[in-house]
């Protein structure tokens, strides 16, 4: 018989959505068996076995301590919420419409198809990208805490994966805020008229500048003003000072945004999220009005179908679909985190997406429609200069006056030109033709739709188009500063999180860790200020960033799906959001969505490898943009940097197998060690079941506590669960049903009572049962989950070995030496009882035990 110290206290129940959750390590040592456990449990010990898997009187319960002379123990600082749900869905949308939604669709959607790109893109977003979303917010909304303990809680193997989006974050970060900084330069300039950019800068003896005259004015203005660009990326130099102290600003507005966690961060997100939408709208009428729109929209919705069948069409379109979505950061994992688990994520999801796609397709609306206008422009100066050269021909009486164009040309080009050339005689048409230029609005389409290689140089180039361009110029790159605001709240809000949940004492000073976490980011910034640094930016954007986050989705998805289970998972959330949800997640999970991640996955690292990685940089010798190979050395800084990122998966992998091999039964997270005592000898006074606290951990409370809500809900469950039945004996005692020699049995039933009965127990009506493998001949009735939610523990059968070995210990405890029997599971024997049935009850213990309250994992008793 042994002994055990307990050292408890009593708790006032707190609300289950404000603590996170954690792991306790049970050790049990006694003269005859050790025994490692691990038992789930709260950090704040408010030990509610499963808020959402026992019903809500049971949840009403207050445990008592029998201790109250113990030391206090202080619960952790609560978790802070999204002040209503309008903050956290403009967290989650901001996040996902960013800078690459506005340009980068627009310009993938015209190259790869038009209307056929739009099909596989919603196709996609339906099979793949929405999943994904739902399964990045649930985990965050399940497990309350960010990208590194949620997958560690699912499984310790992969756990690593938490890590590398923490350094996704990390480096993302860093260059994001420079395409911020771009952005709120341009707003800065756009505060005068006429805009920098429109005309070319005098050079000292009052001509136009030499090297701007050669290109256009908006390019020149990016590259020699902006950035003071150097002709290649090994030509370096000091960070440029104006787009410094842009970095600058832009930080002190995320840290500012961020400094008091979502309540700040929410109400900055009505402006940063909201006003986009608003200018959106705008700029979309306005451009629906201008010349020449409805051709750029008649180009979008015209549908190729070869490209349909296109490899590299689709992996353009993967590509496009998760840069723009933003799965893999874990930013949507740390947002989800601060919801109550009551919230449907589902719904949250499903908005996400289709507000991220009514932008995508909102801005390539706008596109199409002012490159339409622009390409109609460009299409009446061919025209324009056609006509002119013939009026120089017929002047020099080279062509008779009759091929003289009317004097209305001048009035509509686009509808008066082509009726004059098609009405002259073919005699004269064949002579005029020669000597003009071929004007083809489908190739000034192409044109404009190439156009410059920089985004911001296109919107530049557009706001000319408007009249009154100082006023749209303000619009359109507030709306961009914005766009980027809102996405870098969220991956910062990727880095503060799993730090906040690792180190539990930083949420106590959760302004301090904003300004630590914002100082470091802005001196990094300051690597992509340089004159080369946008070369940097490219290197990072389009060439690294979709590798890890690939690699990091796809091993989320495997992790949710095949390792912690995509049936256990959506049992999880259906108890959790109180309504079944459709089981073709699961096969979207488990098949699907990994089959199509991998596949991406592989085609992009094989594009890569064969193809050549190429920048856009500037000539100044011939004031041009010009297409240069990156050298070896940034190839080689690419490797790194995808290694680097990927590497704490492998490693953390390691670490798990190191542990798991050093102590192979107590591998938890954040534990309280928990050791049983043998019981003092000698005329000294009996003490009851005690647990002795290691006092450099949390609580020994836990196991006590825990125990105790166990064998309450047990009993009550069990009770509950017979009448709900309608068994005939349904007034037999739990306590004796628990303690019967004649088929040992332990069962938690589940808030939907579900009943699990064996040989000798009361049997539900014949109606209702069916077999259950778990349990030798079991009945099962009751409840809409099944036998699978239901813990049995027990059955016939059982290894002489073990009986024997399990009497002689009771011979020595003094108990008794029949058949074997189930102490209460109360008693310090309860574990020895688990140990002794090891062979068929441990993986019935491991797998079934419902979630304790925040915990994540389920129960298990390691043996």
Known sequence: MTTVNEDTESQEEKSQLSVPSTSISLTATTSAYQL??????????????????????????????????????????ERPIWANKTEYLLAQVGFSVGLSTIWR????????????????????????????????????????????????????????????????????????????????????????????????????????????ARTSPTTYFWYRKVLKATDEIEIDGKPVMHLSASVLVIWLIICISMIKGPKSTGKMLYISVLLPYIILFSLLIRSLTMKGAYFGLKNLLAAKVPALYSVEVWRRT??????????????????????????????????????????????????????????????????LMNAEK???????????????????????????????????PEHIKSRILPNLTDCDLSKELN?????????????????????????????????????????????????????????????????????????PMFLGSLLFVRPSGSYYVNLLDDYWVSLPLFFIVILETIAMAWIYGARRFLTDLSIMMGHPISPIYRWLWCFLSPFVLLVLFLSTLIHLSVKEIT??????????????????????????????????????????????????????????????????????????????????KTPAAVYGLWVRSLEERVHRGWDRGLKKAGTADASASSSEILKSPLTPVAMVCTGLHTLVACPGRPSPPPSARRSDRSCPDARVSGGNLGVQDALTLGGKGRPPSRVAKRQRLEQKSGGPSGPLSAPPLASPLFPLFLSSTRPRMAPTWRQRLPTAGDGAEAGRVGM
């Not at 950090?43 to 029998?66: M, R, Y």
């Not at 359109?476 to 969220?490: A, E, K, M, P, R």
């Not at 940089?617 to 990156?630: F, G, K, M, N, Q």
């Not at 039964?665 to 049983?676: D, K, L, P, W, Y």
Request: glycine fraction near 6%; charge should be negative.
């Open 318 to 383: 993967g590509n496009q679909l998760f840069l723009s979505l933003g799965p893999g950061f874990g930013s949507f994992t740390a947002i989800s985190s601060y919801i109550p688990r009551s919230n449907n994520c589902v719904i949250d999801a499903y908005a996400v997406a289709f507000l991220n796609l009514l932008v995508s397709l909102t801005t390539t609306v706008f596109v199409f429609a002012v490159m339409g206008h622009l390409a109609t422009k460009n299409n009446e100066k061919c025209y």
């Open 615 to 696: 920048y856009l940089a500037w000539d100044s010798r011939i004031s041009h943009e010009v297409t240069r190979i990156y050298p070896s050395w940034a190839k080689a800084l690419l490797i790194f940097l995808v290694v680097i990122t990927v590497l704490p998966v492998p490693v953390y992998f390691f670490y798990t197998v190191i542990i798991r091999v050093a102590s192979p039964v107590s591998m938890s997270h954040n534990t309280a060690i928990i050791t049983f005592q043998p019981e003092a000898k000698g005329d000294s006074p009996k003490v009851g079941p005690r647990l002795q606290r290691d006092k450099s």
């Open 447 to 519: 044109k404009v739709m190439i156009g410059p290689g920089v985004v911001i140089v296109t919107f530049s180039d557009i706001v000319s188009l408007f009249s009154g361009p100082t006023f749209w110029s303000i619009v359109t790159f507030l709306l961009l500063v914005n766009l980027g605001l809102s996405t870098v709240i969220g991956i910062i809000q990727g880095i503060i999180t799993p730090l906040q949940d690792t180190f539990s004492s930083l949420r106590e000073h959760s302004k301090l860790l904003t300004v630590g976490v914002c100082v």
């Open 105 to 212: 669709f627009p310009y993938l959607c015209f190259h790869n198809g038009g209307g056929s790109f739009l099909i596989i893109y919603i196709l996609m977003m339906f099979l793949v990208g929405i999943p994904l979303l739902f399964l990045e917010m649930a985990a965050g909304q399940r497990m309350r805490q960010g990208s590194i303990g949620v997958w560690k809680v699912i499984s310790p193997w992969i756990g690593g994966v938490g890590y590398t989006s923490f350094m996704v974050c990390i480096i993302v970060g860093l260059y994001y805020s420079v395409l911020m900084a771009w952005n709120l330069f341009y707003l800065v300039q756009s505060f005068q008229s006429p805009l920098p950019w429109l005309l070319c800068p005098l050079s000292k003896n009052s001509s136009i500048d030499s090297e701007c």
């Open 36 to 77: 490692v456990s691990e038992i789930p449990t709260e950090e704040s010990q408010k030990f509610d076995l499963s808020a959402h898997v026992w019903s809500d009187e049971d949840n009403e319960d207050i445990l008592e301590t029998p201790n109250k002379d113990g030391p206090k123990y202080e619960a952790p600082h």
């Open 390 to 424: 013939v009026m120089d021909l017929v002047t020099a009486q080279v062509l008779p006056p009759e091929a003289h164009p009317p004097d209305s040309l001048y009035h509509d080009p686009s509808a008066i030109y082509p009726k004059w050339l098609n009405n002259l």
